[in-house]
């Protein structure tokens, strides 16, 4: 997925299945300490590499890239990372006009990538763009054309639906150049990308009256249940089952909150349930009260996942509308289009392409 193609003929992909390349942008304003613009790209869920506007330049994430690829690779992805911070500056400010903003915190976030298959062949391209937690453009490569939820993204939908060569590129760059990036992502990180890493689970508990919490951390691949029984029956009542949060090391961390009295707890055998890449672990007994204090693990985790949902933002909410595209209703084109900037969304497609802003 860079400016050269390079074909895998033959190359070995790291396990079946199907496997994913995803970069997500974030341009933020109105946040003083925190990057004007990051980019996080993933394979598979793991991070491989990064790009902030304080540090200015593209850094490995993984081992793996950093012995694979040579100075020039990341010499040129910085140059790519600072042109597209540029871009983006200005299209958060576009949008605050759009939006008739002048002072808050805003953000402008994109995520876009590949998956491939490599048992049936199948490939697909996804690119979804948002403003401020909410979805603003989608590429839908099935009609080919820009679709919007919003007035305010009407502007963009008509002008960029004009460049049909455009969009065949783009298409193009999903279907092929994005695909032969992502298998030899695959190549590189083949020995840390199959790895499986078992969680290791705890219940944990605040106090005598609070939720029992059970916390499943340091798994890879993310994948993993978690369920609750009661007296040797499946039980999910008054259970909550939390966000999946990544650790700093790669591996991820999960927790489910069972609601209970100290006196359903005393009178009845609780035991939580956790599987993972077919192993199962079990706990039933509270290892850890920290009174009013949340578990260490938990507290690294959560400053975590803010982080990275902060950076990118519709890694949830984006991706669902690229499963589900019938809950993402487009304005029709007979709307006024009265909120019209003068100004066009100018945008770059991808961090390594070196196409024209439009």
Not at 193 to 217: E, G, N, Y
């Amino acid at each position: 997925m860079r400016h050269v193609v390079l074909l895998l003929l033959g190359a070995h992909l790291v396990s079946a299945g199907k496997h994913s390349l995803r970069y997500f942008f974030s341009a933020v304003s109105g946040i003083n300490d925190f990057p004007e613009f990051t980019i996080v790209g993933q394979v598979d869920d793991q991070q491989f590499m990064y790009f902030d506007s304080k540090i200015m330049k593209v850094v490995p994430k993984t081992a793996w890239m950093r012995q694979s690829v040579g100075a020039d690779y990341w010499d040129r992805e910085t140059q790519i990372g600072i042109g597209t911070h540029q871009a983006y500056k200005n299209n958060i400010q576009v949008l605050k006009e759009r939006f008739n903003q002048t002072t808050g915190v805003h953000t402008v976030q994109v995520m876009y990538g590949c998956e491939f298959d490599d048992q049936t062949g199948e490939t697909n391209g996804f690119r979804q763009e948002g403003y401020d937690g909410e979805d603003f453009l989608l590429l839908d490569l099935t009609e080919m054309r820009w679709i919007t939820p919003v007035m305010q993204g009407f502007f963009t939908v008509q002008k960029w639906n004009n460049y049909r060569y455009e969009i065949e590129a783009k298409k193009h760059y999903f279907s092929t150049v994005c695909i032969e990036w992502l298998k030899k992502y695959l190549e590189y990180g083949k020995s840390s990308l199959k790895k499986t890493v078992s969680p290791q689970v705890s219940l944990l508990q605040k106090s005598s009256s609070s939720p029992v919490v059970c916390h499943a951390t340091g798994f890879y691949p993310k994948y993993v249940t978690i369920s609750w029984m009661r007296n040797g029956q499946d039980h999910d009542e008054d259970v909550d089952l939390g966000e999946l949060l990544p650790n700093e090391d790669g591996t991820f961390q999960r927790s489910s909150e069972l609601r209970v009295t100290p006196e359903e707890w005393k009178n009845n055998k609780f035991i939580c349930v956790v599987e993972h890449q077919g192993k199962t672990i079990t706990a039933n007994e509270i290892k850890t009260n920290q009174g009013d204090s949340l578990p260490i693990g938990i507290i690294v985790g959560v400053a975590v996942a803010v982080a990275v949902l902060l950076l990118i933002g519709i890694a949830v909410a984006g991706y669902k509308v690229y499963q589900k595209k019938k809950g993402f209703r487009p304005v029709n084109a007979s709307d006024d289009g009265s909120n019209r900037s003068t100004h066009s969304f100018d945008s770059v497609y991808s961090v390594h392409s070196d196409d024209q802003l439009i």
